[in-house]
DNA sequence: ACCTGAACACCGTTCAAGT
DNA sequence: ACCTGAACACCGTTCAAGT
């Protein structure tokens, strides 16, 4: 579940369109970090110092900018996979996988707002998540062996478990400095109280196959990404 | 809890005005229910036969035109709270409520994309918001005493939970079709059972209080609203 | 090959002019 | 009082023209 390094282009960029390309994204990583998804792709280009053309040039869409600086996110959650499947305990595992998720998300406006299911339809995004399933599943399955997980969780239930905790995070985004600081860590201890084997009771739905998840198209343009 | 009539005008409206309000609300309610909050106002204002002008003379936002016609799913909500009251077992009372909210999250793309923390800054959805905790305080007070509920739950924790119930309902959303027809169930069943006293473990953060809640001030545009 | 910036089709919102 | 629709300041995206 190593980061993979990002796609090798066809043939090798000018050196001025390297040299570009890089200032695009350093200054869409800061912007989105700053701003969120929302800001004018007009202030990254000024950011960088190029026309908004070139900025079409190297990323053909806004949500595609977006996704290259994503990719530094989620090489951090696969990181924190790699972490999880190397702990001791199989559900400190779980917990650490977890608790960097949502840390993320936390500290990150861009990765909560945007990591939608519309990302599915990206295919880099998806070559990243096949890695990481792979992990998630190997440490879900640890955990029941170890009587530590409901035995009736999948894999495939993560990417769903994740959202709810990122609805709970996007909450508490906005409430900032009104509300205890790392509320939502609170929330996510609700949450895995409620993936222990203790405490479960039989859930009124099967879990989605891995092939009905990467089914979705590109989804018509909805949410922070439509306009 | 019961729903209360909408703000009284200060003076009566003109005969024409108050039928195009209603021609608006009715049409924005169809207009977000299938297009989610991006529509665009010009598509409602020709919806419903009247100029952009008129829309903003009545609705000073688009934000204020879409906190109207949440209104109606907010009035569900209380409904639900009241049957829940009313329900025998006191923990059957909470799941009601819980399952009716995210069946209407699952419903109307709108309340799930639009409810976010910014509406706390609406003065209407703010007295909305009260009437509905006190019915949801005594919904959980009565299922602790029951030992149906964990001790260390509290109502302020219920719009998070809404809100992560909301996550994980928005990610099954534009899968619908290609997964199991209402996989929400499966992650309300999840944070349910996370919910009970049996597997309760200590939550490493203290809930908001009340006024801690009520402290948010419009936050600066973001989400599905800004622009 | 790559970059530039004017231009296009949108968006939410405003406001002079009408009745 | 209320309505209308042209106009404004944006937005993401395109494309002829330059180097």
Redesign the pocket.
Known sequence: VSPEAPDAPERP??A??V??RELLLAAAREAFAEGGP??????IAKRA??????????F????DLLVAVLDGAFAGMAASIDEGLAAEDPWEGLVHVLTATAELQSRDRTVLEAAGPELFGDEHFRRRMDGMMEGIARIIVRGQEAGAVRDDLTPEDLPFIVAALGGATEHCAPLEGDVPPGLWRRYLGLLLDGLRPEGAHPLPARAPTHEQLLAVKVAKGSGALA?
Not at 38 to 43: G, H, M, P, S, Y
Not at 60 to 63: S, Y
């Open positions: 960029l000018r001025d369109a040299r570009n929302d800001v004018a792709v007009r202030t110092g190029v026309g908004p053309g070139t900025l079409f040039r190297h053909p869409t806004k949500r306009g």
